[in-house]
């Protein structure tokens, strides 16, 4: 099957960063179609938080390009990135802690609007419509993602799991079309996890948001993936559906050392 370019949402281009001898990326490539959820995978350090860095601005590529809906996203500023659709989740949740999960969400609402801040604080009529749609927006996300109960509370007193699921809705509000997922099940117990999994398949069949995620529980990835992207040490290692990548020898050798211990695994199963 082929895809036409107008189905590509995001292209990463011989992307490379360098920190210090630390070569991070090292020419990784991949395009994420509109509609799918496609997953990064590889080992501790393989370079997958910082494709996400680069995607946000975060800090500037050493080589290469990222192209959004076809135009460079380098050459745009980091605060750009959310009025340009795309959203993040961070790998450790970044909420505010002493304030309410409502709170937050109409925060991030207001991440994607920035230039309305004094309009606010005036309150003109195009202020308070845009205040009452941050308002519906935020409730409408409380409701699909089953935070009723904790809509009023401080974000500090709330379970770990909690917290994860306010920071997917907090990165929801402010209507993304690219949503960024850093382990969304790390920290997570066996029946979060599944519930995780189930959010991100109405985030993308409900919401028709397109989801670029890293993780590491392979059940989660397997389930809710439809393509795969393995990397190692900055570089690509393999790409195609869950299954075969995670079958994909080389795959097998960056997780488990070397392939003769794999094969040892098996005999031993
Ligand atoms: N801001 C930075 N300054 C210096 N080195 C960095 C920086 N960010 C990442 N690195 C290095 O780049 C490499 C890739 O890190 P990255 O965080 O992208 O890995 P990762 O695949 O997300 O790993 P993990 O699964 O542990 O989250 C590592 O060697 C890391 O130490
Ligand atoms: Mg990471």
């Known amino acids: 099957m082929s895809h036409s370019q107008s189905d590509t949402l995001l292209s990463v281009r011989e992307l490379t960063v360098r920190f210090g001898g630390v070569l991070a990326l090292d020419g990784v490539s991949f395009d994420v179609r509109r509609g799918e959820v496609f997953t990064l995978i590889g080992p501790n350090g393989a370079g997958k938080t910082t494709v996400f860095n680069l995607i946000s601005r975060i800090y500037p590529p050493t080589g290469g390009e990222i192209l959004w809906l076809g135009e460079p996203l380098t050459r745009m500023p980091p605060h750009a990135i959310a009025a340009q659709g795309i959203a993040r989740t961070f790998q450790n949740i970044e909420l505010f802690e002493q304030a309410t999960v409502l709170q937050n969400l109409l925060i991030g609402h207001h991440t994607h609007r920035a230039a ?7 309150f003109t009529p195009a202020a308070r419509r845009s205040a009452l749609a941050a308002r519906r927006k935020a409730e409408e996300m409380i409701e699909l993602l089953d935070l009723q109960a904790h809509r009023d509370a401080l974000v500090a007193g709330l379970p770990y799991g909690v917290r994860k699921v306010v920071e997917l809705a907090r990165a929801l509000c402010s209507g993304p079309r690219l949503l960024l997922l850093d382990e969304p099940s790390s920290g997570l117990n066996v029946e979060e996890t599944e519930d995780m999994a189930w959010w991100i398949r109405d985030i993308r069949s409900e919401l028709g948001i397109t989801v670029l995620m890293v993780e590491h529980d392979m059940s989660l990835v397997s389930r809710v ?9 900055g570089q ?6 869950p299954a075969e990548v995670q079958a994909h020898p080389g795959v097998i050798e960056a997780y488990l050392g070397t392939v003769d211990d794999v094969a040892s695994l098996r005999r031993a199963a």
Do not use: E, K, P
């Not at 309305?116 to 604080?121: E, H, Q, R, S, T």
């Not at 993936?225 to 040490?233: G, I, K």
């Open 116 to 122: 309305g801040f004094w309009a606010d604080l005036l």
């Open 225 to 233: 993936s439809d393509r795969v992207l393995a990397m190692n040490q």
């Open 236 to 241: 690509v290692l393999a790409q195609g559906t």
